[in-house]
Every structure is written in C-alpha cells, then in structure tokens.
C-alpha cells in the first residue's frame, strides 16, 4: 500500500527538492528540522522545528508520518533507531550508521572489493607520524564532515604544526589521489534487484565544494559501466530502498576509486530535475513511499551549476533567463560565502 504522508528530517535544499517532487505526487510532506530558518519550511506542508534529542517533538513527528526519511546524513544513530521503533524509517537506520562513519563505510567498500583511496585510521597525532607514505594526504574527520568541511591537506609531515587540528576527534588519513575526473552515479533502488540508475556525471569541485555537474560525462565506456556496477552493487549490497550516490575518483592512469558514499539524494543529481522524465527526488519518493516505478528516460544533456555565496545575486535580481535555462534559489535566508545559495540547470 502507498503511503501518503512522508516525514523528513532535515530541513535544507535537499529537503525542499524532496517536497516539491512529493507535492506532484500528491504526498503530504511533514519536515522535521533543528534549523529555526530551514529553508525548507518554504516548501513543505508542515515543519516542525526541534533538536534531533527532543523526545517530544520527535515524537509528535513520527505520529504524524506513514514512512521517514532523511536529507542529510548527520542525524544521530539512536534518534532514527527510535524513531524505526514506531514507523519505518528508509533508507534503514543501519545503512546510516555505517556511512555516516568514513572509516567504517571504506571498510565496508573495500569488503565488496571495490577500489577506495588508501587509508589509515588515525587516533592521536603520533600516529600520523610514521607515515609519510601516505603523504601527500587529506586528514579527514570521521564523522561530520560535509563539503570539505573538517578536512586537513597535509602536504608534508611539518604541515601537522601548523594546522591546528583538535586530535580529540576521530580522523582517517587518506592518500591524495592525482586526479583526471570526479564523476557520481546516482541509483534509486526499490527492492531486490529492482531499481533505476542515471547515468554517470561528471563533477568539478572548486575548494572541496562541487561547483558543477554535466552529463554526459566524458569517460570511457568502461569507466562508466564500472561505476554503475559498483553503485549497483553497493546498493544492492546495503539492501538499501530510495536513491543513494556513489562519488568516484579517476586517476591519470584510468582507475577508478569510489570516493565516498552519501545515503541521500545528491547535489550532483539535480540536473535530474530537468534532463530526465522522472529526478532523483521523485524517485526517492517513489522508493521509499512504495510507489510505482517508471523507467527512467533522458530528456537531454544538461550542465548544472552551483550558485556559491554572492553569485545567487545577479539571478536574483530577474536576470533574463532563455528556455534552457531552469534557476532555483533555495530561499535561504542569509547569503553566507561557500554556502550554497542555488543552482542554475542548463539544458544541451
Ligand atoms: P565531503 O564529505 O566534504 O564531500 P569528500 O571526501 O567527498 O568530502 O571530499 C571533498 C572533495 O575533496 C572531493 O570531491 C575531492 O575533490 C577532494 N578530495 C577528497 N579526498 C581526496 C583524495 N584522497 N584525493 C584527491 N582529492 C580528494
Ligand atoms: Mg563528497
């Protein structure tokens, strides 16, 4: 049976994206945010503003959801646990607790037999110093981080000085990787070998932030076909339900390493919106709503830019916009630098 009123947590563009595509759907949203300004608030039916440890607020939540799922992976594990107690919460509380952790995720990647960066586990600064092989590296927290947030270069082991890193926290030490090409695949799955994948986009990253996506990706038919199996697999693998991306790197030498994984819908998906019959939103929806599948179809290439702090301005302000053209402001309420602001999808 379909179901027809759908809690989300988290209350920012991805969760706005999710309820203008829950709207066509004719699901009611019910957004659960510990963002008084949530911007999603904006397109929901109902917000409710809370802290992920009110039991209360939770609880008058969760009463009012058929199904719940989440924007963002950062929630507490013990909060979704709860909530899966009383009504079920998709993607299932498991698969976030493990990708919500970097080291624990690459050991669940690499027990698949997929490529990863490679990395150690990093607990106090000593540790860090007989290992010069992985340098030049990226110190990265555990958990938490989100657009290159909580991440350290580390070039050379002096660089450790000078960064003033707060060894309190958990962190991996990953080798950088001599980067060709970033690309990600996106894939809804509904169920045990039933699902739908996009094909591959290629991404670029300006300061750890994704600044643009296309597709097509330029790579190679075997690139591509790699990635869409491993995605597959992974999904397949977390018997995950609703849309999950993979993030992969290609090195100058043509191999392929996944990145990292994100148990949501992606940035690098929002040209799905409009270069495809059906987006990586409502198909989420779709998934965890236990709604009809449809195949997917391309309407056209697309090029999808990211509208960073101050470049949302000039858009704002009427800027001519052709029919190819499709602008979104995410009606956040400050204009903050490296905060994304909106995006613009090119049609090709
Ligand atoms: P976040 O969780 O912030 O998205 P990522 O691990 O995806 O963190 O890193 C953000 C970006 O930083 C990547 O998309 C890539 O451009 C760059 N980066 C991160 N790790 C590496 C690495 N090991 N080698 C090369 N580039 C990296
Ligand atoms: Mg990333």
Redesign the pocket.
């Known amino acids: 049976m379909s179901q027809k009123n759908l809690g989300i947590i988290g209350g920012g563009q991805l969760g706005s994206m999710l309820s203008q595509a829950a709207k066509k759907l004719n699901i009611n949203t019910i957004i659960y945010s510990d963002d008084f300004d949530a911007p999603a608030q904006n397109f929901c039916d109902e917000f409710i503003f809370g802290r992920y440890d009110d039991k209360k607020k939770i609880l008058e939540f969760v009463n009012k959801a058929d199904v719940i799922t989440y924007e963002f992976e950062n929630i507490p594990y013990e909060t979704l646990n709860e909530m899966n107690k009383l009504k079920s919460v998709l993607p299932k509380p498991s698969v976030n607790r493990l990708i919500q952790h ?1 080291l624990a995720e690459k050991d669940f990647i690499n027990k698949l037999n997929i490529r990863t ?1 490679r990395y150690v586990s990093i607990e106090k600064k000593t540790d860090i110093e007989t290992l010069g092989d992985f340098l030049p ?2 110190l ?1 927290t555990t958990t938490m ?7 350290y270069p580390l070039k050379k082991m002096e660089d450790l000085n000078s960064l003033n890193i707060d060894f309190s926290k958990e962190y991996i030490l ?6 060709k090409k ?1 690309i990600s695949v996106i894939v809804t799955r509904f169920g045990i070998n039933n699902f739908e994948i996009y094909e591959p986009i290629e ?1 670029t ?1 300006q300061d ?3 600044k643009q996506s296309m597709i097509p990706a330029e790579v190679s038919k075997q690139i591509a076909d790699q990635s869409k199996d491993w995605a597959t697999r992974i999904a397949e693998e977390l018997k995950y339900i609703g849309t999950l991306c993979v ?1 992969f ?1 290609i090195d100058r030498n043509e191999n392929l390493y996944v ?2 994984i994100a148990p949501r819908v992606h940035n690098s998906g929002h040209l799905t919106i409009n270069a495809f019959n059906v987006s990586q939103f409502e198909n989420h929806i779709r998934a965890v709503c236990s709604l009809e599948k449809i195949p997917l179809k391309k309407i056209s290439n697309a090029k999808m830019q990211n509208l960073i702090g101050k470049q949302i301005e000039p858009y704002r302000q009427n800027l001519k916009l052709s029919d190819k053209e499709f602008f979104f402001d995410y009606q956040k309420k400050e204009i903050k630098e490296k905060r994304k602001m909106g995006h613009i999808t090119t049609l090709k």
Request: no cysteine; aromatic share 8%.
């Open positions: 970097r960066t590296g990226i990265k981080g989100y657009d290159g947030k909580g991440q990953e080798k950088l990787v001599k980067l970033e991404n990253h750890q932030i994704l993030e790197f990145n990292e």
